[in-house]
């Protein structure tokens, strides 16, 4: 079954049950951590689309305790989704080609050449706050 979602491009990471937990305010994203259950662990991911972003993001709990975002489309295969790789601190693309990064989108196997965007991601409050220009790749 993996092989056959792999092929299709099937990403194994989810929206969000609750679809309200999040709010696009142009320059940044708001996600509300009491509503958003799929980041409270670390491992724990979901997909952000829609609500006029302009494009998809992989918002996720690192094994580190961290919460980081990056945009959700591959840079070998694009129109491919990224997940993270369960128990690693790596994300990896969800097709057959193996692409893989670290947590900040950087290639550390696989086909791909460019890093994934990378937004910096702040804990207030209980919000998550994204800033959706990317972090500068050195």
Not at 6 to 25: K, S
Not at 26 to 35: A, Q
Not at 91 to 109: D, H, I, K, Q, T
């Amino acid at each position: 079954m993996k092989l056959l979602k792999q092929l299709l491009g099937i990403c194994a990471t989810t929206q969000p049950q609750d679809g309200d937990c999040w709010t696009n305010h142009g320059d940044h994203v708001t996600v509300g951590l009491n509503r958003a259950r799929e980041i409270l662990r670390p491992g724990g991911a979901m997909r952000l689309e829609g609500k006029g972003l302009s494009h998809r993001i992989l918002l996720f709990h690192g094994l580190d305790g961290r919460f980081y975002a990056v945009e959700n489309r591959c840079s070998h295969i694009g129109g491919r989704r990224i997940d993270p790789a369960s128990e690693r601190d790596r994300l990896a693309c969800c097709s057959v080609s193996g692409s893989v990064y670290n947590y900040r989108g950087e290639v550390v196997a696989g086909p791909a050449r460019k890093p994934l965007a990378s937004y910096p991601v702040a804990v207030d409050k209980g919000l998550l706050l994204i800033q959706l220009s990317p972090e500068e790749k050195k």
